[in-house]
């Protein structure tokens, strides 16, 4: 779904990155596990080039998401987002004023084939906003800003690299807990980021 925000012209748009089909195999066994097997649909795939990038003139754009779609940003057990390369192909030409193309797939997570243009009119893409990794981490791909956050869960991660930043949790403080309050600028193309609990603010220029 997406939410305007007409006094800024902001349109945040988020996307399902867990949107996989519940099927069963002839055991009654569940074939795919959404909480691993992380897909977007072609139905969303088409909402999204057909509805949430059609913004008004003047729009920017900000994307949030569990899965980060940008998989150097992720953490090392995960096998990635199917179909992630046809939604990183057409927010890269939405945000550069490029053309993306893809043939069709098949079988159970498929998708169309798809050919967008977004020659003239390209979007603002102002960032995408993940978690996931529970850990904090900053990447530009196609252009387009992603950041990863933090999680709520009070836990000593084993996750933590020299990009991916996991900071000191104590349990029974205040940093047992963090969170993020996101603030956009459109006049500075700011980013602000104000944290509670672990963790420190930070600022991204988009």
Not at 60 to 88: E, F, M
């Amino acid at each position: 779904y997406y939410k305007d925000f007409a006094d800024q012209n902001i349109r945040v748009i988020f996307l399902n990155t867990c949107d996989t089909p519940i099927m069963t195999d002839t055991n009654g066994n569940l074939v795919y596990y959404p909480i691993k097997d992380y897909t977007y649909s072609d139905a969303q795939i088409k909402w999204l080039v057909n509805t949430a990038l059609d913004i008004p003139a003047g729009y920017s754009i900000l994307i949030c998401q569990h899965i980060p779609v940008d998989q150097s940003a992720s953490v090392t057990h995960d096998g990635g987002i199917n179909n992630g390369d046809v939604v990183r192909g057409i927010l890269g030409a939405a945000k550069n004023g490029t053309s993306y193309s893809c043939s069709a797939t098949t079988g159970n997570l498929a998708h169309d084939a798809y050919s967008v243009d977004y020659t003239g009119n390209a979007k603002d893409i102002i960032a995408i906003i993940s978690g996931h990794t529970h850990c904090d981490k900053f990447t530009t791909v196609n252009g387009i800003k992603n950041i990863t956050t933090v999680c709520s869960k009070c836990e000593a991660s084993t996750e933590a690299t020299a990009s991916l930043t996991i900071p000191s949790r104590t349990a029974g403080t205040n940093t047992e807990d963090s969170w993020v309050i996101f603030t956009v600028d459109p006049d500075k193309r700011t980013i602000y980021a104000t944290r509670y609990g672990a963790g420190e603010d930070f600022n991204v220029i988009y």
